[in-house]
């Protein structure tokens, strides 16, 4: 079942989301190994973390509990506030690898042949909810800047307040030359 709908956003288009710019100062010697990202064997991949990645989603994570909390208007439409979502580690697992292979292969397309699907992922990584958006980002320099940019989208600002969500993960990954950087974000709600 592929995932709902593509959300995705760039700088300079309306519905494309890349980050493809270096975050200053980030030290990639600097290694987080206490990230729960589930059980699987795949997962191993995504456990240990650059430092500066880790803080970049959980930034994203905030703006996103903030704006769910205290609701929002996206394109004329008011959105009350909804639910906290919980940070999932199989999707933070899978949205951890798919930004590590789309940063990897240049390649943000949601419906490429070019790399596993986000839903695969999530599937190998043992989630057991039923996904509900995909969110790809790329060419922002600070998550901030991202998530200002999801809310001016009304596709992506209503799938943030989506009120059947319960589930998050993020996933922030690069190249080796900060040549490319991308965010990957899955959400999902319980399944019935």
């Not at 079942?1 to 959300?7: D, E, F, Q």
């Not at 890349?18 to 100062?25: R, S």
């Not at 970049?56 to 208007?73: K, P, Q």
Request: with cysteine.
């Amino acid at each position: 079942m592929p995932l709902p709908g593509p959300i995705w956003i760039h700088r300079t288009l309306s519905l494309l989301a890349a980050f493809t710019a270096a975050v200053p100062g980030c030290g990639l010697t600097e290694l987080s190994d206490d990230n729960e990202v589930g059980d699987a064997s795949q997962c191993e991949a995504a456990r240990t973390w650059p430092v500066p990645f880790a803080e970049l989603e959980d930034e994203l994570a905030r703006e996103i509990a903030n704006v769910r909390d205290s609701g929002t208007i996206c394109d004329e439409v008011e959105f009350k506030g909804v639910a906290d979502l919980v940070v999932v580690p199989e999707l933070r697992c899978a949205a951890r690898l798919d930004a590590t292979v789309r940063a990897e292969t240049d390649d943000i397309d949601q419906q490429s042949t070019q790399v596993t699907s986000a839903f695969a992922r999530v599937n190998l990584a043992g989630y057991d909810g039923v996904v509900r958006h995909q969110l790809i980002a790329a060419d922002y320099f600070d998550a901030a800047e991202l998530f200002a940019a999801w809310l001016d989208s009304p596709e992506h600002c209503a799938a943030l307040l989506d009120k059947n969500l319960a589930h998050i993960g993020i996933g922030h990954s690069r190249t080796a030359d900060d040549a490319r950087s991308v965010f990957v974000l899955l959400t999902g709600e319980e399944r019935d």
